[in-house]
T-cell receptor
Framework: EAGVAQSPRYKIIEKRQSVAFWCNPI?????LYWYQQILGQGPKLLIQ????????DSQLPKDRFSAERLKGVDSTLKIQPAKLEDSAVYLC????????????????FGSGTQLSVL | AQKITQTQPGMFVQEKEAVTLDCTYD???????LFWYKQPSSGEMIFLIY??????QNATEGRYSLNFQKARKSANLVISASQLGDSAMYFC????????????????FGKGTHLIIQP
């Protein structure tokens, strides 16, 4: 079974530039998450989708970050314009259960995109 | 307040020894789940073990076991007979049952423990 795919693996940009990350979850997984992991910290949830709808984006800095999952499958996370403090690994995860599923529903993660903002 | 606290930023352990990684959590929900993930240098988060708040037995998965003490709100990971390949970051995480309703139901992670196994 194919895992969660993310691209690119690495990205280096200058501040104020824009960048986009792509994620393709495991086939059939209803729920998709984007996490931000700053060096030395645990992942922090940015946004959660169920199919093509947003469940929660309360932690997403909406003045510069946007995300979509138009057809309920793959997803794109964009930053425009990037700031130095956006340097982090951006992890995409998916789970089979829809929103409100059992608490034992585990998340499957991709390898992440490492973003460096100079 | 931190929902997940991991107090050991780093640990050095001799190969073949057992190791305990600490995790305490904070929630007012009655229904919740606790997870441990391993993150090697490649970056991918690998699921290790799960414990539900209503589970009466401590969870075990091969060399991994979870020492669940509900009254103390702790969920420590125990790795028996450590191996060099166990060297990685380890994260404790929680999914709350959203007894209060609404909001995301993804995992909330601690800051992690960097485990290094020495030969």
């Amino acid at each position: 079974e194919a895992g969660v795919a993310q691209s690119p693996r690495y990205k280096i940009i200058e501040k104020r530039q824009s960048v986009a990350f792509w994620c393709n979850p495991i086939s059939g997984h209803a729920t998709l998450y984007w996490y931000q992991q700053i060096l030395g910290q645990g992942p922090k949830l940015l946004i959660q989708f169920q199919n093509n709808g947003v469940v929660d984006d309360s932690q997403l800095p909406k003045d510069r970050f946007s995300a979509e999952r138009l057809k309920g499958v793959d997803s794109t996370l964009k930053i425009q314009p990037a700031k130095l403090e956006d340097s982090a690994v951006y992890l995409c995860a998916s789970s089979l259960a829809p929103y409100g599923g059992m608490t034992n529903e585990k998340l499957f993660f991709g390898s992440g995109t490492q973003l460096s903002v100079l | 307040a931190q929902k997940i606290t991991q107090t050991q930023p780093g640990m050095f352990v001799q190969e073949k020894e057992a190791v305990t990684l600490d995790c305490t959590y904070d929630t007012s929900d009655q229904s919740y789940g606790l997870f441990w993930y391993k993150q090697p240098s490649s970056g991918e988060m690998i699921f290790l073990i799960y414990q539900g708040s209503y589970d009466e037995q401590n969870a075990t998965e091969g060399r991994y076991s979870l020492n669940f003490q509900k009254a103390r709100k702790s969920a420590n990971l125990v790795i028996s007979a450590s191996q060099l390949g166990d060297s990685a970051m380890y994260f404790c995480a929680m999914r709350e049952g959203r007894d209060s309703g609404g909001g995301a139901d993804g995992l909330t992670f601690g800051k992690g423990t960097h485990l290094i196994i020495q030969p």
